[in-house]
């Protein structure tokens, strides 16, 4: 009797978890692509050396993305339908707090590895959202590397709707981050202001040999015949790693805030808004030596928005405008588009 029961339970358990492992992917798309392109031309530079002309051509490799993602997000009326999904489409509403499916998680999970202009970067952005009449859950990961801003944020918010169509929302955010604010810098700046930069490349493996005039890196290769560019050249870049070797020591950083707001979303065929915003105007001190209250000295304000707006004046034209913008530990990422559309019969 106890096996009989044991292989009903069991096969109970696996029913229940492939019912609701159905239930979350089901509708979703899982897509990938490569995408690629020409990036700048090639740009010549010339140079004299004892008289003699030198050309030196600059080649900047082609531009490439390669994707890779999964997403559930309801369409809303006012996106079109599109046979096939590269990650390349500009969805200003996926940063929206609150989608159309309620009750149901919706996600997107998509990475990024793309080179622009010859630097390479690797973004990611991982979104997991839960939205109840009176209550949101969303947690995220967004890492940018052309904005230079990598970050996750989990929030929990009470929702109050004042209309079917405008809501607020009020809660707690939390968010891990790099220490942004933190300047490794700021212990070798002298008291006149200046920053004494040949210490902190001696310090860094650096060689100054001020008769010969000649600057070597750690490895003993020279990098520099002369003060000019060994100021120009080479200290921006000692400079560079420095700060980025010294905040890669650094933990973690947790912020604790306070998160409010609101969502709007009304669509008729003719005209349709959708509109989105978001600060987080209080944040706990800790007493974190690296934390971000430490570099500002006082409460500061965070905050997000996006707006999405289309009208079709007649049966032949129409405008739009779309946009979302970010400001974060005083780092800015925004994207923008807007245009007018006329159809000829």
């Not at 090639?42 to 600059?58: A, H, P, R, Y």
């Not at 959202?129 to 995220?140: C, L, N, Q, T």
């Not at 310090?203 to 100021?231: F, I, M, R």
């Not at 971000?292 to 405008?319: C, R, V």
């Amino acid at each position: 009797m106890k096996i009989i029961l044991t292989i009903l339970f069991t096969i109970l358990t696996i029913t229940v978890n492939a019912q609701i492992f159905e239930d979350f992917f089901k509708y979703s798309t899982f897509y990938t692509s490569v995408n690629g392109g020409t990036s700048v031309s090639d740009k010549n530079e010339f140079s004299v050396n004892t008289g003699l002309l030198q050309k030196n051509i600059v080649q900047t490799p082609h531009d490439y993305t390669i994707t890779f993602g999964i997403r559930k997000i309801q369409r809303f009326q006012y996106e079109s339908k599109t046979s096939f999904k590269d990650g390349t489409e500009s969805s200003f509403n996926d940063a929206a707090t609150i989608g159309r499916l309620k009750n149901k998680f919706e996600y997107l999970i998509e990475a990024d590895v793309r080179r622009q202009e010859g630097q390479s970067y690797f973004d990611q952005h991982h979104m997991l959202r839960y939205v109840a009449d009176k209550m949101i859950v969303k947690g995220e990961y967004f890492e940018d590397g052309f904005a230079d801003i990598k970050y996750f944020e989990a929030s929990e918010r009470y929702k109050y709707n004042v209309t079917k169509t405008l809501s607020f929302n009020i809660g707690a955010a939390q968010r891990l981050s790099e220490p942004y604010g933190y300047d490794p810098l700021e212990a070798w700046i002298l008291s006149n202001g200046n920053l004494h930069y040949t210490y902190l490349a001696i310090e860094q493996g650096y060689n100054v040999n001020v008769y010969a005039n000649e600057y070597s890196d750690p490895s003993g290769n020279v990098v520099a015949t002369s003060t000019e560019v060994w100021e120009a050249v080479i200290i921006p870049q000692v400079l560079a790693n420095y700060v980025e070797s010294e905040r890669n020591k650094l933990p973690i950083q947790w912020a604790h805030s306070l998160v409010i707001g609101f969502d709007y979303y009304k669509y008729q065929k003719e005209v349709w808004m959708h509109a989105w915003g978001n600060i987080l105007p209080y944040h706990h001190d800790d007493g974190n030596a690296f934390s971000y209250h430490k570099y500002e000295g006082k409460q500061w304000n965070d905050y997000s928005a996006g707006m999405i707006f289309g009208y079709k004046i007649n049966k032949s034209l129409g405008a739009f405008v779309e946009g979302k913008y970010n400001k974060y530990w005083d780092r800015e990422w925004y994207d923008f588009k807007f245009g007018v559309n006329y159809i000829i019969f």
